[in-house]
Structure formats: structure tokens, C-alpha cells
T-cell receptor
Framework: GENVEQHPSTLSVQEGDSAVIKCTYSDSASNYFPWYKQELGKRPQLIIDIRSNVGEKKDQRIAVTLNKTAKHFSLHITETQPEDSAVYFC?????????????FGGGTRVLVKP | DGGITQSPKYLFRKEGQNVTLSCEQNLNHDAMYWYRQDPGQGLRLIYYSQIVNDFQKGDIAEGYSVSREKKESFPLTVTSAQKNPTAFYLCASAAYSNQPQHFGDGTRLSIL
């Protein structure tokens, strides 16, 4: 089955700096890669996703890049703000396979210091 | 999302007891999912359903059971066979199985 590894496990940045989180996946057939943000005790919220037919996607201060050859994808947050502090999870799945089962990484706790 | 309701928010289980967690959605979504989240860890898939009256095991189905008798409802039963049930349980749904999944607010289950 799919295995997703996420690094780093914790990330502390100064407000206004950039944050980068990296994930690697094992199943070369995976073709859908969402990122979720989870604040303490709350539900994960989808912040951006990318499918394997594109290499990069941006949404305001958030961007995701995908390298299918190397089987890794990254989340980039620019101009970080205190409200970006949360745990971020990457995931991977085969969209067209039965169920679109997501396999999640272990999470990255991001702390943005004012 | 406001359209996915999980209840109760907190639940306590006694030894040997089965408990059922509720998940209801009013989004007319076909696909529904149950995940388990342990402290400091990622989410793991317990069961999923792509259509009414059909469901499939995920990666950690042992000790759990589900039903999908109605499109809007996907309850999860944590049976006494699940020896370590303490966790945060999250339900998700998607319009179709190839669409993004969105989560409910979760149920936190503890053992008394």
C-alpha cells in the first residue's frame, strides 16, 4: 500500500518568513495530493490540492509543487502570519481507484512567532 | 464543514461496551469516510462507503463496524473488540469518490 512521509515534524518560523513542508510517497500510481490544516482540537480543513497532471498550483500565499519522478510534493507558505500556526497534513491517493482512499503523512506542527 | 455533523462531541466507553458514533451530512455526497487520529499523529482510514448499502474496510477496520442504510448517514460502531479505542474520530464526505474530502468536527472517545 501507499506510504507517505512528512518532514519536518515541527517548524518554527518568524512572522513574514516562508515555511516549506515536504512529503514523499511510495506508490507511483498515486495521482491526487491534498493538504489539510488542523488547528488544535478541530477538524482538518482542506487548504489546497494538486493532481498529477500539473506540477504546481498556487492560491494566494499558499503553493504546492509536485515532482512525480522523485515522488515528492511540497507545501510553501509565504509571508507567514500568526494565524498560519497549526498542524499541516499532506496526503496521497489514487483518485480513480475505488474509494479515493487517502494516506496521510504524520503532520507538521508549524509555529509562527510574532 | 457545516454540512457534516458528528455527534456526540465527547464520548466515554466502559470496558466491554459497544458505542456508536454518528455522522450525518446534508450535502448530498455519495462518498463517506471514517478516520481515526491518535495524539500527534496523522489520520488513518477505518472504513469508507462510495454508495448506499455498500462499504469497504480501510487500513485499520478491526474492532469497528459501519452501516450505510441512508445516503446522508454513516454511523461507526466501536466494538468491545477494539482494545485501544481512545482517539479522535473524524468523519469525512465527498461529492463523489474522486472529489476532495471534507471533514466533520470529530468525536473524542475515551475509556472510563
Amino acid at each position: 500500500g501507499e506510504n507517505v512521509e512528512q518532514h519536518p515534524s515541527t517548524l518554527s518560523v518568524q512572522e513574514g518568513d516562508s515555511a516549506v513542508i515536504k512529503c514523499t510517497y511510495s506508490d507511483s500510481a498515486s495521482n491526487y495530493f491534498p493538504w489539510y490544516k488542523q488547528e488544535l482540537g478541530k477538524r482538518p480543513q482542506l487548504i489546497i490540492d494538486i493532481r498529477s497532471n500539473v506540477g504546481e498550483k498556487k492560491d494566494q500565499r499558499i503553493a504546492v509543487t509536485l515532482n512525480k519522478t522523485a515522488k515528492h510534493f511540497s507545501l510553501h507558505i509565504t509571508e507567514t502570519q500568526p494565524e498560519d500556526s497549526a498542524v499541516y497534513f499532506c496526503a496521497a491517493s489514487r483518485v480513480k481507484a475505488a474509494g479515493n482512499k487517502l494516506t496521510f503523512g504524520g503532520g507538521t506542527r508549524v509555529l509562527v512567532k510574532p | 464543514d457545516g454540512g457534516i455533523t458528528q455527534s456526540p462531541k465527547y464520548l466515554f466507553r466502559k470496558e466491554g461496551q459497544n458505542v456508536t458514533l454518528s455522522c450525518e451530512q446534508n450535502l448530498n455526497h455519495d462518498a463517506m469516510y471514517w478516520y481515526r487520529q491518535d495524539p500527534g499523529q496523522g489520520l488513518r482510514l477505518i472504513y469508507y462507503s462510495q454508495i448506499v448499502n455498500d462499504f469497504q474496510k480501510g487500513d485499520i477496520a478491526e474492532g469497528y463496524s459501519v452501516s450505510r442504510e441512508k445516503k446522508e448517514s454513516f454511523p461507526l460502531t466501536v466494538t468491545s473488540a477494539q482494545k485501544n479505542p481512545t482517539a479522535f474520530y473524524l468523519c469525512a464526505s465527498a461529492a463523489y469518490s474522486n472529489q476532495p474530502q471534507h471533514f466533520g468536527d470529530g468525536t473524542r472517545l475515551s475509556i472510563l
